[in-house]
């Protein structure tokens, strides 16, 4: 066991655990932000992912000592003072999940795309959930939450 200290969700957190131990186990055994979701647990589906400066990130596979002095945002980071980010509030007025387990991981890679391209084209937002899988098909309502964001957005510029 090693003690290292994580930035996540803008708080340092002491840890203590094995320096393999990935970052998703740390998130969810440690510190009990239970958001991310173990699918493959080999970065094959998403479920596990979190922002770790500013990147959509698989957390099944890295190691979390790997990140000190990173910043890691999980799900429950998205959100800011209790109130839901723009794509959190698409994906609920579209009801952009069905089981809700791949979820997590689709806003946070929405989240990296629209932090890094506000205005990003159809095939920049197809590339960015390229690696994200939901087996319920929710596919095109995810899709239809984040045009209809995209939408409201420019309408309130």
């Known amino acids: 066991m ?19 131990t990935p970052l998703l186990f740390v998130l969810r055994n440690n510190l009990n932000l239970t958001g ?26 890295i190691a979390a000592s790997s ?7 999980t799900i429950e980071g998205v959100s800011e003072n209790g109130t839901l ?6 994906f ?3 009801i952009a999940a069905q089981c809700g387990y791949c979820t997590p991981g689709m806003i946070i890679a929405t989240t990296a795309l629209f932090d890094k391209n506000p205005s990003p084209k159809k095939q920049d937002i197809l590339k960015a959930l390229q690696k994200h ?7 095109a309502r995810i899709l239809t939450a984040i045009n209809n964001m995209q939408s409201d957005h420019s309408q309130n510029d």
């Not at 980010?85 to 698409?90: D, E, L, R, Y």
């Open 85 to 90: 980010s723009a794509i959190q509030k698409a």
């Open 36 to 61: 991310s979701k173990l699918g493959c647990g080999s970065e094959q589906c998403g479920a596990c992912a979190v922002l770790v400066d500013g990147e959509s990130t698989f957390s099944c596979a």
């Open 92 to 94: 609920l007025t579209e």
């Open 133 to 139: 899988l939901c087996r319920c098909g929710s596919h």
């Open 2 to 20: 090693i003690d290292f200290t994580l930035h996540v969700n803008r708080k340092n957190y002491d840890v203590e655990a094995m320096s393999d």
């Open 67 to 73: 990140l000190v002095g990173k910043s890691i945002i």
